[in-house]
């Protein structure tokens, strides 16, 4: 079996270096983008397995190399840590909603980042179950990794997949944010919990497409249930 291959994005030579010395020591195989337009070009043809991404880029932001990456096929569900010198929460949450997967802030710790970089090929390894799960209208294929709900494909992220995974294991059961880091994003690395509630979000959405009801379940106070008590029955 190869081994994972990182694409670098980062104008600055010096911490894509950095990087690619530290992602390689680890065992990791390694491709590069100065640039946001070579980034696409990179990633269409080498498919990388994982992509961190610098936010500051000549030529197309990070945001909107996210935002291109995860329309094409090939890079929908490849998982994105973005890299910012930025601190703002509302850039955090925009950084997410184009569609990271996670969010670094630098300087960052570089054990921290290769904690994440595991975790998240860790996450979007094809899950080793097969069979189909089922939840009212909503199917999952677990050997061809597919969603639909009734007849529609359903396209989701490797985090929104887990997550949505995860619930459809434990139907009708309320998690706290707490609850959902440790068991989707595992215990071995910090996530802010706020960051649950911009993947259920995502996931909301790609579920709910097409007015669907929502079988999402908020709980004030206490976290998320996958429940069709919320749907319309109507
Ligand atoms: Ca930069």
């Not at 899950?127 to 969603?147: E, N, P, Y």
């Not at 709900?149 to 009708?172: D, I, K, N, Y």
């Not at 989707?184 to 009801?213: F, M, Q, S």
Request: glycine content about 6%; aromatic content about 6%.
């Amino acid at each position: 079996m190869s081994k994972p291959l990182i694409l670098i994005v980062e104008d600055e030579a010096a911490l894509a270096t950095m990087l690619r010395y530290n992602l390689e020591k680890e065992g990791y195989r390694v491709c590069e983008a100065g640039d946001g337009e070579e980034a696409l070009a990179v990633a269409a043809e080498q498919k990388p397995d994982l992509a961190l991404l610098d936010w500051m880029l000549p030529s197309l932001s990070g945001i909107e190399v996210c935002r291109q990456l995860r329309r094409k096929q090939a890079s929908r569900d490849m998982p994105i840590i973005m890299l910012t010198a930025r601190g703002e929460e509302g850039d955090k949450i925009r950084g997410l909603n184009t569609g990271a997967d996670d969010y670094m802030t630098k300087p960052f710790s570089l054990p921290e980042l290769m904690a994440r970089v595991r975790a998240l090929l860790r996450r979007a390894q094809p899950v080793a179950q097969k069979g189909t799960l089922c939840f009212a209208d909503i199917s999952m294929d677990m050997a061809a990794h597919r969603v639909t709900r009734g007849e529609r494909t359903v396209h989701l992220g490797p985090t929104e997949f887990r997550l949505l995974q995860f619930f459809m294991h434990h139907p009708g059961t309320v998690f706290s944010r707490e609850e959902l880091l440790n068991s989707v994003w595992g215990p071995d690395i910090y996530v802010e919990p706020r960051t649950v509630d911009v993947h259920i979000r995502r996931l909301r959405k790609a579920l709910n497409e097409g007015d669907c009801a929502d079988l999402i379940r908020t709980v004030r106070a206490a976290g998320y249930s996958l429940d069709s008590e919320t749907a319309d029955q109507s």
